[in-house]
């Protein structure tokens, strides 16, 4: 199993309050212990909103989950080459667009920045976003040679636009089901149908501002909707293996 989708909260690195909220501290050692009976070998380690856009706690991080994890940030798009160049070699493998807790207010330059860290070290990005706010960036994103979206979307309403997504070849993460409206077995179903090489299982762990936090029942969802072995290890471990460049 790869978790395509975990965060680490370390206090002896910069947090910043994010719409009222300061997340509490979840090291490395507490997401080992939260997922230990679990089948993981490696996995994506996201920056969160209260992280904005520090990088500090990555590597120390990075190494300590060891070779078969990757990180995910957020990054300004004025961000220097020599900067991605540097956090490539340190384990970064992509940018994180965080519109959904504003800490970015939005990219006018989405695909030109897309294009530029695909270009500069083989990075794609990771959109944030509410899916009932995707329509405007549809076409953006489907011009990007590698990018991924959050937790289904989020919303509901929002399934038919994920689905043209999944079409164009974004992937999508099965992640983050205490924050989602999703139906998710419906969801799930559709994605895999529409594209069987887009969908990432993640734990979203510590799932924090969530209504409920990650649980086993929701591996139990997405393999039940699923209903097939190799459908089964697509999502949880080959889909983000080969988009992540972890091997398995």
């Given at each position: 199993m790869i978790d395509a989708h975990f965060h680490i909260y370390n206090d002896a690195y910069p947090l910043i309050e994010n719409q009222g909220?300061?997340?509490?501290?979840?090291?490395?050692?507490?997401?080992?212990?939260?997922?230990?009976?679990?089948?993981i070998v490696g996995g994506v380690l996201v920056s969160g909103s209260s992280q904005g856009f520090d990088q500090s706690y990555l590597k120390p991080a990075l190494e300590q989950?060891?070779?078969?994890?990757?990180?995910?940030?957020?990054?300004?798009?004025?961000?220097?080459?020599?900067?991605?160049?540097?956090?490539?070699d340190s384990g970064v493998c992509g940018v994180r667009v965080n519109l959904k807790r504003r800490v970015v207010s939005g990219i006018d330059n989405l695909v030109d920045f897309g294009m530029r860290i695909w270009?500069?070290?083989?990075?794609?990005l990771e959109m944030y976003v509410d899916s009932r706010e995707l329509d405007e960036l549809i076409p953006k994103l489907i011009k990007l040679?590698?990018?991924?979206?959050?937790?289904?979307?989020?919303a509901r309403s929002g399934v038919s636009q994920v689905r043209k997504l999944a079409e164009a070849g974004v992937h999508i993460k099965a992640s983050g089901?205490?924050?989602?409206?999703?139906?998710?077995?419906?969801?799930?179903?559709?994605l895999y149908a529409t594209n069987p090489d887009c969908l990432m299982?993640?734990?979203?762990?510590?799932?924090?501002?969530?209504?409920?936090?990650?649980?086993?029942?929701?591996?139990s969802k997405v393999?039940?909707?699923?209903?097939?072995?190799d459908a089964i290890d697509k999502v949880f471990a080959r889909n983000a293996a080969k988009f992540y460049n972890i091997k398995l």
């Amino acid at each position: 199993m790869i978790d395509a989708h975990f965060h680490i909260y370390n206090d002896a690195y910069p947090l910043i309050e994010n719409q009222g909220f300061l997340p509490p501290p979840f090291s490395v050692e507490d997401y080992q212990h939260r997922t230990k009976d679990l089948p993981i070998v490696g996995g994506v380690l996201v920056s969160g909103s209260s992280q904005g856009f520090d990088q500090s706690y990555l590597k120390p991080a990075l190494e300590q989950l060891g070779s078969q994890y990757v990180a995910i940030t957020n990054l300004p798009s004025s961000v220097s080459d020599e900067k991605i160049l540097a956090l490539r070699d340190s384990g970064v493998c992509g940018v994180r667009v965080n519109l959904k807790r504003r800490v970015v207010s939005g990219i006018d330059n989405l695909v030109d920045f897309g294009m530029r860290i695909w270009d500069l070290a083989g990075w794609h990005l990771e959109m944030y976003v509410d899916s009932r706010e995707l329509d405007e960036l549809i076409p953006k994103l489907i011009k990007l040679p590698k990018a991924s979206v959050d937790h289904l979307g989020m919303a509901r309403s929002g399934v038919s636009q994920v689905r043209k997504l999944a079409e164009a070849g974004v992937h999508i993460k099965a992640s983050g089901f205490g924050r989602t409206e999703v139906n998710i077995a419906e969801a799930v179903k559709v994605l895999y149908a529409t594209n069987p090489d887009c969908l990432m299982f993640g734990t979203d762990l510590p799932s924090n501002r969530t209504e409920r936090p990650f649980n086993i029942s929701d591996i139990s969802k997405v393999t039940e909707a699923l209903a097939d072995e190799d459908a089964i290890d697509k999502v949880f471990a080959r889909n983000a293996a080969k988009f992540y460049n972890i091997k398995l």
